[in-house]
């Protein structure tokens, strides 16, 4: 999800040849880079929002680069990165259980600056299921308007059977962290 310029697509193709990806990306800064995939028919991108309802929402994009979320920037992410709301305009969204009905889901990669509750809601069915996800965290709430803590992200996945295997923080309080299914 947000997957920008898809530079890590390249890499796990070559890694993992079996696999199969859906790239969601809404933004127009960078869908019309992903174009480099259209004939590649192990990824699929799609050029919606991922969220907790299908339909359309407000898109915020920022001066910088890769930063535009479903959710405004907050305070912290005033301060500390110097960023300031660009545009606001509306995308198409969809939510991962109507995307995904009665599909096996290995692993989930959110990056959502921010929007990861959203995300989450919106995939409440398949959550049940999925074997990974891979998830952009933080500790601070004022990132962005109404984003989720790292603490709430890891209550929503363990009520869905997942466990924090792998947690990497940086001086800001964000990092990245991966969960597993239990056994």
């Known amino acids: 999800m947000g997957v920008k310029y898809g530079f890590e697509i390249g890499p796990i193709l070559e890694r993992y040849p079996n696999v199969f990806i859906d790239a969601f990306e809404c933004s127009p800064r960078w869908l019309h880079q992903l174009q480099v995939f259209k004939d590649n028919p192990k990824v699929n991108v799609v050029p919606k929002a991922v969220s907790s309802k299908s339909g359309t929402a407000k898109f915020f994009e920022t001066n910088l680069e890769g930063n535009g979320s479903l959710l405004p920037i907050g305070k912290l992410h005033r301060e500390w990165y110097n960023s300031k709301q660009t545009e606001v305009y509306e995308v198409e969204t969809i939510t991962l259980d109507e995307f995904y009905k009665d599909s096996i889901i290995y692993l989930l990669w959110i990056d959502v600056q921010g929007a990861e509750r959203l995300v989450l809601l919106g995939a409440t069915s398949i959550l049940k ?33 997942l466990r924090l295997v792998y947690l990497g923080m940086d001086l800001n309080l964000t990092g990245n962290a991966l969960y597993l299914r239990r056994s």
């Open 129 to 161: 299921t999925v074997r990974a996800v891979y998830i952009e965290v933080t500790d601070r709430p004022d990132f962005y308007e109404g984003s989720v803590t790292f603490d709430e992200v890891s209550e929503i996945l363990k009520t869905s059977g």
